[in-house]
């Protein structure tokens, strides 16, 4: 079994007798629209690796509030303070997405026990399609009751908002929902 | 806040215009002794990160079956081919070694829904304690049943374990509660 | 941070020396229809404090077996004998329910630890929102495998479902669903 | 209370005061397809019992990749070799369907604890509805990651299911996903 | 692979044609005191198997209040009326229990998700061991709060526990807690 | 059934045509030491009912960093300024507690999902025993990685837990561990 994963690139210029290597990591969702609880994940994680690479899932079945192109643009302005994140959209499986990118790493926030089993279960399902590994962050517990659906739906009847979201979001809520 | 972790070193010699650190990380355990659950979880560890720092934890207050300094050894003659891990002992709180190591991150093994909140709880108190982060990893759903407790008690009656630990192991299972 | 929660009405004559208010709190569900589990929870409240009022949620995008006023009306009957419980309907977000009512309380049923991860995290998001708190209360173990879904479901295949649900229930869920 | 449960049939022309009695069971599911994940519980349950009836659920309600008539086709090749398991399909309630076939028990497979509250409180309700006993099995950890719409997404997006199906599904599902 | 699992005898004297076999289970536990809830799940597993064989752990290490033999004789006692019930004692594996008797399942009851965990990984442990098979049945939630371990503190306190355990053992506990 | 449990007690001078009673919990615990998250609880029901009456469990098997009259003094320094609290030790079942107090109510704080199948098996055997019931409040997520268990593991080595626990207790930790 190889030492190196397949997704480690190693640095031009750097010599492989240090063995250094571009510690890259991808950190998928809708992010429809990207809550604090996100951004928390998103932030100590770029604190951890060279680079995050956040992966905006396409998914045509399902009806968005914001288009994928919002949600970039939103995910970009919010990260440009990390310095190392980058901002992708994916169709189709996850897994496929990492092996384009050469990313051997996908880092998830859990929030409670409900996750686990789901996210458990596809972690161990990607693992063995394709390699590809899974890290789990424990999310910040103040932000543990916070989901983008959930918070859609508050927004949608009035409810306040205001610190579960970055100030950018709360703008575009508050129009796109009431406007 | 910084965008660098406190432990993250730079490798000598690389310019800091690439900015690519060396990523270290701690698997924590008591290795009492290893099993082949743990041995899945550092050698996949091994593979996403520049060096590996098993810790052992001593715990006087606990009868073992082994001592720390053949837990050790087992440990480094069972990791050597990965190449990059390295074997410490350690005292006290798991976040004032990974503080003296200047290594900013913890991955664990997650088997099962009644490991979650135990160690989700440690990772948030450790987090707030030191900043130190913990990752944790699917185990291998072959191990998933396996811990280093229920494993000398079915040695103890005599079942057999081979295929639940390394070879090494098993002989000095067989040998410590037999001989 | 004031002592007393903003819901808590003192009761007209009732000198504010001893202190003693009305301790009112909100029952909430879709209670479509209402079942023996339900009951139990509401009766038991009943007890406890000095009036429940069953707010019945008005959810226009899920197709519902019984109009709201049928549930209200079916609700009202079958609460009577307990004295101090009082129906009402609501639109939108629990806790402005629980605002313009002047009532600081949810009590909700806890029937497993499925319910549990959602239930505390609307509970800690409606807490943030609004300052309204969630008290939980454990279903009687023999409700604990009861929901209305799955009690329509039964009864549509001709299943039994006496001794689940009040007489007069059964007798509208057979006509509704065989007549 | 009879000793003997309604589902117990003496197979004919065995004395009554052996007491030993045909021993069956109820193997329930959509199948849309069948898994390996199902056929280790399916054939696990074969050697335990003296007949497996497979019941495949009619769902008029929810849409499917495959017919009733090829789930059932695809189930009886490939639980041939069992040699005690027949394959049935059922509408409405599964208690109904056990008390036609006179089968007084349900086996199930649990993967996590996510099915465990689910399975557990219709295991109570049919049990108090007919009397039917519900016994669960845990998966092989190997497949507890797995289900048919988990691996019907995967096989959509061209992902690799060979070795979490059988070879026949998996020739299925390639012909009629991108066929 | 073999079609008739290790445990399946032949009743003397039935033809091999039918292919009816003795089934037989194994109830483990420590049973002191056996309380109501374990006697529902050995009730309702004698009337589904032809014999049931009440298993009592021999546990040196633990303190008990009943001895061995006194466990076993109320055992005997409290499941004489299902006539298929034989109660013996065991100390070590369970699953060389089970070889030595020749019975290749075990039954037990499930009360609540954190029984789940620890109960899987032991069932997955067993079969990799030795193909002994656990099949799990929900305990009757009137029970699903009960323990001997719960049972025996209340008890010592002067707590009512009539209703939760055979009269013969309430007798048993009253005489010996506070004799 | 009578409509009033039977520890509500009528405020003299209330006319019982208002039917207004005091409302009086329990909080039980070890609170060796009460830490931010007891005081949560503590302070959010104190502002739920009239009266709350903390119960210090006296456990003589139990070691203890801190006395029984300690933790009762620290308790009462720490809850004075909500003005409804007081202050009790007792010994046995807390429900023989609650009714010599006359109080019909617990109100404990969850945690997380381990918390939960304990404490509503807890809850249903206090009820079926004694009728008193258990009201369940969502712990702080601020604080639900917290427990007097870890905060002692912790301080003992040194670690930092300010922000944990009230000042006076960091106080009295630190000098009962270091001193």
């Known amino acids: 079994m190889a030492k190196r994963p397949f997704g480690t690139v190693a640095p031009p210029g750097t010599s492989r007798n240090w063995g250094y290597a571009l510690r890259r990591v991808v950190c998928p969702g809708s992010f429809d629209p990207v809550t604090n609880g996100h951004l928390d994940i998103i932030g100590r994680t ?3 690796y060279d680079e995050v690479v956040v992966a905006v899932l396409i998914n045509v079945e399902k009806k968005s509030l914001f288009t994928v192109d919002e949600r970039i643009e939103t995910l970009e ?6 310095g190392n994140v980058r901002v992708e959209k994916f169709y189709g499986l996850l897994v496929d997405f990492c092996k384009q990118q050469g990313i051997p ?5 859990l929030r409670a026990v409900s996750d686990f089993d789901y996210e458990l279960q596809m972690a161990q399902l990607n693992y063995r399609m394709s390699g590809v590994e899974t890290l789990f962050m424990s999310t910040n517990p103040e932000y543990s009751f916070l989901s983008s659906s959930r918070l859609k739906e508050i927004a ?5 908002v205001s610190g579960l979201v970055p100030d950018l979001v709360h703008r575009m809520l508050v129009e796109r929902l009431r406007g």
């Open 46 to 48: 770029s604190r951890l």
């Open 156 to 160: 949608r009847y009035g409810g306040d």
């Open 105 to 109: 790493t996908i880092v998830k926030g």
């Open 77 to 82: 302005a919010v990260t440009r303070e990390y």
